[in-house]
């Protein structure tokens, strides 16, 4: 059997990981719960957007005016609520857009997010490196989340990895 790069084997076992800790009912993301934003001085609340065409609007004007926050909200609405999310219908290639864009500004739930997109082929092309990429960059910024799925991944890999 030929040997696995190390940085392939950790986006693997992230990959695996994930898909135990969903199937166990472990929740991996906060992001998506009902909150407000004030990146711009305005707060507009998240149900608002979501119950209104012209909360949407003004989201989505946020969001492309660059408002990282904005564009995970964005995300959120065309992923989570098919067809009736402030008019949107369920889009998980837009979803993963927002939320490309949201996590290059750093947003550490978009961040996240992205990475699950990533290890589920929701909106990209499956593809655990990517995912794993993500994932560490929300680690890195102290996200609890992603350090304990990093400390998981990282000890499955030392299992699979030790010699009997």
């Known amino acids: 059997m030929a040997a696995v790069p190390a940085a392939a084997a950790v986006a693997m076992a992230m990959a695996a990981v994930v898909a135990v800790a969903r199937r166990s009912g472990h929740k991996l993301r906060r992001s998506g719960q009902s909150r407000g ?23 989505e004007s946020k969001a492309n005016a660059g408002d990282a926050e904005a564009q995970r909200l964005l995300a959120n609405m065309y992923q989570r609520y098919a067809n009736g999310a402030g008019g949107l219908p369920q889009d998980d290639k837009k979803a993963a857009e927002w939320y490309t864009k949201a996590a290059e500004q750093g947003d550490v739930e978009a961040q996240k997010e992205l990475a699950v997109c990533y290890f589920d082929g929701r909106g990209v092309s499956k593809d655990n490196k990517a995912g794993a990429k993500w994932m560490m960059f ?3 910024q102290g996200d609890a989340d992603a350090q304990e799925l990093l400390q998981y991944s990282n000890r499955a890999v030392l299992l699979s990895a ?3």
């Open 37 to 59: 934003f004030q990146s711009t001085g305005i707060k507009l609340d998240y149900g608002s957007a979501m119950e209104t065409r012209s909360g949407r609007s003004s989201l």
């Open 138 to 140: 929300a680690a890195n």
């Open 162 to 164: 030790r010699k009997y």
